[in-house]
């Protein structure tokens, strides 16, 4: 069954630090998107991504933030200077429609900021 | 989007059906009912969608009201595998582009052996 990949499964980065976590969608998929969920919280939409560009995004999404799709199979998210509030699951997810059918999470990427 | 009410948690014994509600009274007429769900740790999961009618797959069934001010996620056999904080998400549809999900805080169903 196809599944979206994510590494690293755990990055731990000093504060101030650039992090780009990575993402490989289902190969048919064409919208993309990036969540987040701090330990405890609910998780929270970030971005979604669609035809090279972004579709939507969250206030949680500032210029800190930024999404790529460098190679036609990958799909990154970039931390530029990570703060401490930065902690968190990311988890990377594909769709087929267009409709907020996330329908393939992937594992996550728990990102540690110290 | 309309918001979303769900108890905090349930139990429900290993092997009987397990009927999750969620009320969506402010719902409009373009906007469809997603469950998703989370096992520990893991990514969110999707089950189901439905729009107006009752819908089921191999996972669940989904009941819809008439009025679709409220919906049941339906389990109908329970194992200890369906343990998780299940999602009801209401989305309508924006037109275009790729349309993110706003989850809330769900409930904790724990199945009993």
């Known amino acids: 069954e196809p599944e979206v990949t994510q590494t690293p499964s755990h990055q731990v980065t000093q504060m101030g630090q650039e992090v780009i976590l990575h993402c490989v969608p289902i190969?048919?998929?064409?919208?993309f998107y990036w969540y987040r969920q701090i330990l405890g919280q609910k998780v929270e939409f970030l971005v979604s991504?669609?035809?090279?560009?972004?579709?939507?995004k969250s206030e949680i999404f500032d210029d800190q933030f930024s999404v790529e799709r460098p190679d036609g199979s990958n799909f990154t998210l970039k931390i530029r200077s990570t703060k401490l509030e930065d902690s968190a699951m990311y988890f990377c997810?594909?769709?087929?429609?267009?409709?907020?059918?996330?329908?393939?999470f992937g594992p996550g990427t728990r990102l540690t900021v110290l | 989007d309309a918001k979303t009410t769900q108890p905090t948690s349930m139990d429900c014994a290993e092997g009987r059906a397990a009927n999750l509600p969620c009320n969506h009274s402010?719902?409009?007429?373009?906007?469809?009912v997603y469950w998703y769900r989370q096992i520990h740790s893991q990514g969110p999961q999707y089950i189901i969608h439905?729009?107006?009618n009752n819908e089921t797959n191999e996972m669940a069934s989904l009941i819809i009201t008439e009025d679709r001010k409220s919906s049941t996620l339906i389990l109908p056999h329970a194992t200890l595998r369906d343990t998780a904080v299940y999602y009801c998400?209401?989305?309508?549809?924006?037109?275009?582009?790729?349309?993110?999900?706003?989850f809330g805080k769900g409930t904790h169903l724990i199945i009993q052996p």
């Open positions: 998400i209401v989305r309508g549809y924006s037109g275009g582009g790729a349309d993110g999900l706003t």
């Open positions: 991504f669609y035809n090279n560009e972004i579709s939507e």
């Open positions: 439905g729009l107006k």
């Open positions: 997810a594909s769709s087929t429609t267009s409709r907020g059918l996330a329908g393939f």
């Open positions: 190969s048919n998929h064409l919208y």
């Open positions: 402010t719902i409009s007429g373009n906007e469809y």
